[in-house]
Structures are given as structure tokens and as C-alpha cells.
């Protein structure tokens, strides 16, 4: 049995497609803080322990403060030349300035990795040895994190909010970058005749996330190179063991390319 597409959702779903490692990387973050947020709030420690140990593994990475700091440099730069526009919310476009010079300052204090303090933690990097376990992080295999889990949630809830704090510059600078990409493109209409879309790329203008909404019961393959945009949308199989095959409806989505 096949989910029919012409079923419409109620809210339209956002897909968001990178072009590049380093917005995947950067999605992957906003996602993570995400998760570790809502966790906190509905005080579930053993959720919020793992997905912070996901957060520390995807900041183990040599490039990644670099690759953030690039980003910001070049926003710096783009939004500094928009001065000279007297259209521009000049008070709107110095606050986002002021953001990027704190968030730069904060990344160069950073003399080590980012969240170097929190991978030098000994409980916190024992977890991480059994994160990647079958079955994930469990409590016959680590001794320490059953007996972490016998503490009072509320102590388990403030160890995770202490650790935490190392990752309020790093969250609040991709929420910036994300937010800034997103920004750049204009919402456009668009219809995918018999479930397939195509269009040319201007290669003067590098694409960095690619977003599609729709409100139909499909989801987007996407196929993109520096040239050209492909996207085939899909009707999901739940209940059979066959795979997913494109619809053949048109479905109108809206359609933004978010520059680099």
C-alpha cells in the first residue's frame, strides 16, 4: 500500500537539501541543539547526555572552526557592502554586524578545538567509546553512566545544562549562518509536472542550500550540480516491500536556492 499524494498535509513540510559538506555539517549542529534543547526542557536526561555526546563527536573535527570562521568572514564582508544602499535598514544591518564581530571574538578565544574542554571530560568521553555500540549508549555496557542515572534528575539536569554552556557560542553562531543563508533567497513558486522539476543554475551565483515546501504526502529526490537542479518527487511506501516510485501528479512547491 502506497500513500496517495494527493492527500494534503495541513502545514507544508520544508525539505533542505545541502550543496556542500560544510552547510551539512552546519544543519547537522542546528539539528543536534535542536534535539538537546527540547530534551532539556521535558527533563530527559538520558536523551540529552546522548545527544550532546552527538554534538561533541560532530565537533571533533580538525576544520570545522575554520570552516566557521570562514563563513562568518565572508558575510562580514557581503553585508559590509550593502552600506552604501540607502534602502537598507542601516540600524537592522549594523546589529547583524555587531552579531558576527562578537561571534568572531568568541570563536578566536577559542585557542583549542571547539568544545575542547568537553572531550577532555573523562565520564563524557568513556560514554563516547560505547556511543557508536549496537544498540547505542545502554547501561549494561557502562557502569558509569548507570550510576550517573541514579543521581536526582534535577543534578543529571544541571551536569547536562553545565556542559552545555562550552556550546552557547558555537550554537548561537550556526543558528547565524543558517539563518543568513536562508536569507538569501526569494520564495519562488514552482509546479513539478508529473513529479519531476528541472532548472539551470546560474554558476556566477553558488548554491548553498537548496529548500523545497510542499503540502503534498511526497518527498524530494534531489539531483544538483553547480549546473543544473533535478528533483523527482516520491511517494513514500510504508506498509510494502516495494521501493518508492515517483508520482506521476504535478506538485506545486515553493522553491528557494540559497546562495553561498
Known amino acids: 500500500m502506497i500513500t496517495k499524494c494527493d492527500q494534503v498535509v495541513q502545514k507544508a513540510i520544508q525539505f533542505e537539501h545541502p550543496m556542500n559538506e560544510e552547510i ?12 538537546l534543547n527540547t530534551s532539556i526542557q521535558q527533563q530527559q536526561p538520558h536523551t540529552s547526555i546522548i545527544t550532546l555526546l552527538k554534538i561533541i563527536n560532530v565537533l571533533d573535527r580538525p576544520d570545522i572552526k575554520t570552516k566557521i570562521c570562514q563563513r562568518l568572514n565572508l558575510y562580514a564582508t557581503s553585508l559590509s557592502q550593502l552600506k552604501q544602499f540607502p534602502s537598507v535598514d542601516s540600524n537592522k544591518l549594523v546589529n547583524i554586524l555587531n552579531q558576527i564581530d562578537n561571534l568572531k571574538a568568541q570563536m578566536h578565544q577559542q585557542t583549542s578545538r571547539l568544545g575542547e574542554q568537553l572531550k577532555r ?48 557560542s558555537i550554537e548561537s553562531t550556526i543558528q547565524l549562518i543558517l539563518k543568513l543563508t536562508r536569507q538569501t533567497a526569494a520564495n519562488q513558486q514552482q509546479v513539478a509536472s508529473n513529479g519531476y522539476f528541472q532548472k539551470n543554475l546560474d554558476t556566477n551565483l553558488p548554491i548553498g542550500l537548496i529548500i523545497v515546501r510542499t503540502q503534498y504526502h511526497t518527498y524530494p529526490e534531489f539531483s544538483a550540480t553547480r549546473h543544473r537542479l533535478n528533483i523527482r518527487f516520491m511517494q513514500p511506501n510504508y506498509y510494502d516491500n516495494a521501493h518508492p516510485k515517483q508520482t506521476q501528479e504535478d506538485i506545486p512547491f515553493t522553491l528557494s536556492c540559497c546562495q553561498i
Do not use: M, V
Not at 551539512?24 to 534535539?35: M, P
Not at 555496557?141 to 556550546?167: G, S, Y
Open 24 to 35: 551539512r555539517i552546519f544543519l547537522c549542529l542546528e539539528s543536534l541543539f535542536s534535539q
Open 121 to 168: 571530560n573523562e565520564f563524557l568521553n568513556q560514554l563516547r567509546q560505547h556511543l557508536n555500540f549496537p544498540g547505542g549508549l545502554a547501561y549494561h555496557n557502562t557502569f558509569a553512566l548507570t550510576t550517573w542515572a541514579h543521581l536526582p534528575p534535577a543534578q543529571q539536569l544541571t551536569d547536562i545544562i553545565h556542559w552545555r554552556k562550552e556550546l552557547t
